[in-house]
Each structure stands twice: as C-alpha cells, then as structure tokens.
Nanobody
C-alpha cells in the first residue's frame, strides 16, 4: 500500500504565502499524474492543479498565476507553492498520485486558512 503524507498547511493572512508538501512511499517511481485538490466547508472537493509525468502543468482559473505545482522525484515529493492567498482559498487541501497500474492515492488532507 502506498503511503502518502502531507505537510505545510496553516493559518496565513490575505496576501501571504504557504507551501504544501506531499511525499509518497514508492521509491524511484514517477506517477502518471500528480495533483492537488481542495474542499471548503459545505462544498464539494475541487481540482486545483495538476502536473504530468512529463512536467506539463495545468491550473484552475482562480489560482492560475498565484499557485505553482512542482515535483522532486528524487524525494518522491509533490509541492504546491501558494502566493497572494485569498480568504476564498481556505480549504482542506489534498494531494493525489495516479498511475494506471499502481492505482490512485490520496494524502490525508491538510488545513489551509486564509484570514486576518
């Protein structure tokens, strides 16, 4: 079973920055797609950003230009750098790793709160 652990959330003021990290346990393996999702209170989980095995990135419109997704395969890690944070970015953030053979794996979720 692949283990996935997230870190880096917390409380930040509007306009501030946070960096989320996510590490999986499959050494020397690169998943087909890696991404971040979020779920705000009372809302459905939504996709935030994605990076492919080849490094192609894609973002939802509301975070494009403010968030950056990246990977470090030597550390089995996925990151989400979040700048210019807004109160509407407040949510529990989840990382995801997907491969057609290995399967679909999620982090435990980490709270990000943007408030003054």
């Amino acid at each position: 079973q692949v283990q996935v652990v997230e870190s880096g959330g917390g409380l930040v003021q509007p306009g501030g920055s946070l960096r989320l990290s996510c590490v999986h346990s499959e050494s020397a393996f690169v998943f087909v797609t890696m991404g971040w999702y979020r779920q705000a209170p009372g809302k459905q989980r939504e996709w935030v950003a994605q990076i492919s095995q080849t490094g192609f990135t894609n973002y939802r419109d509301s975070v494009d230009g403010r968030f950056t997704i990246s990977t470090d395969h030597s550390k089995n890690a996925l990151y989400l750098q979040m700048n210019s944070l807004k109160p509407e970015d407040t949510a529990v953030y989840y990382c995801n790793f997907f491969d057609y053979e290995r399967g679909d794996y999620w982090g435990q979720g980490i709270q990000v709160t943007v408030s003054s």
